[in-house]
């Protein structure tokens, strides 16, 4: 298996400590539909160190029975090489087409002792090896020739680095140095999601993804631009999403802001990640501060059928007509309209994009506020807009367990620039303008 493309890495989310197999099951298939090139499981973003043997068992034949024919590579690190082998010998009998290993320590490690434990690891499969360099997490560094020495073991597919240099020809540098020492087919991935645009164009031939993990299509496109030689267009993209990456620095890292964006998409459920790791709490998923509420990063959300004066003046400034009012929007802007599943269903609204909507429902066809208890969100898709584009969106609801009290729309929506870099709530109960 040759490493190279996008490799989305998704959440393994929990609910009630246990792994929910329901929202995991359904966050891989999501990824093998939207075509990523191989789904890594079992990587920092999906909280291998926290869960137990048979609970990574289990992960990993969910993985590989739901990923269809999009291949699955699964995280093996542990403490004790012992146990990584364990960890290999499940990731074999699950069905997985790689294996992804970082050097865990609580003790540190030296050099040899890392060279050894790949080496004991690539003779125990047959299974490509992707070498894991996250310091962040293990607390272990690779150096390039550490790299270089690690490559020429047998079965070593891909190494996964954590970042390059800001600069466009240091970072070319920093990727070539590296190429120099590893073998021909070993392929070179790029993490650190802010870093990933840059590092493709350096000469990256992967991007091993947290946020492609929960939003594959932005990931998508970066990768799919620097692939067909579209360099700016993939900077451009990954310029956009700057507010996402600030708070990935902002909160220590991607983790919890990732899970706080998959439990709004659904169908995972709040708190989601393995205690103690406690996500993001509603101040910080509206981007308030002290009580306050911030102009960037955050969402600031109002169950008001206005704008208030604020927002208008702001709107304003960003060039857009006032959102819900009729008349073509300018360049750039667009509706995101949030509908339930069952609500979408049977109107036979897909998520996506949709051109004049007039012409798939009437203004009326989206049923009133019906079920707070549920969660659902409605609202009148023509009344929005006449013959613009619509982005629909729908909110996955966990149902059987733990309900929502309040109405969702009342609800704080995280810090989330992917699904819009500010919404402005229009319409009772839920309409969203997006500026992009």
Known sequence: MAVAGLSAFPLTPLVDDVVDERAFV????????????????LGSTGSYAYLTAGERARVARLAVEHAGSTPVIVGVGALRTSHVLANVAGAEEAGAKGVLLAPVTYQPLTDDDVVELFRTVTESTDLPVVVYDNPGTTHFEFSTDLYGRIAELPGIASIKIPGVPADPAAAREHVAAIRAVVPEHV????????????GLVAGCDVWYSVIGGTLP?????????????????????SDRLAPLWDLFAEYGGS??????????????????LPLPIRGLDDDQRAGRRGGGSARSGGLSVRPSTQPRDDDLDQIGAEGGDVPGQRGPHPSGVKVVVLVSCEVAHR?????????????????????????????????PLGALVGGEDVEVRTDHVRRG??????????????SCPVLSQRYRLVEDPVAHVAAQ
């Open 26 to 41: 359904a966050l891989v298939e999501r990824l093998a539909g939207a075509g990523v090139d191989s789904i890594t499981v």
């Open 187 to 198: 392929t070179i991935g790029i993490s650190g999601d802010g870093m990933a645009a840059a």
């Open 217 to 237: 299509q932005p990931a998508l496109e970066i990768t799919r631009a620097v692939g067909e030689g579209r360099s700016a267009d993939a900077l451009a993209a």
């Open 255 to 272: 983790l919890r802001v990732v899970a706080a964006i998959a439990e709004h998409l659904g169908p995972v459920v709040p708190r989601c």
């Open 347 to 379: 109107h036979h609204l897909a998520p996506g994009l949709i051109r004049e909507p007039e012409q798939h429902v009437s203004r009326d066809a989206i049923d009133p506020f019906a079920d707070a208890d549920e969660a659902h969100l409605h609202g």
């Open 401 to 414: 367990r733990r309900r929502r009290r309040r109405p969702l729309w009342q609800r704080p929506l995280p």
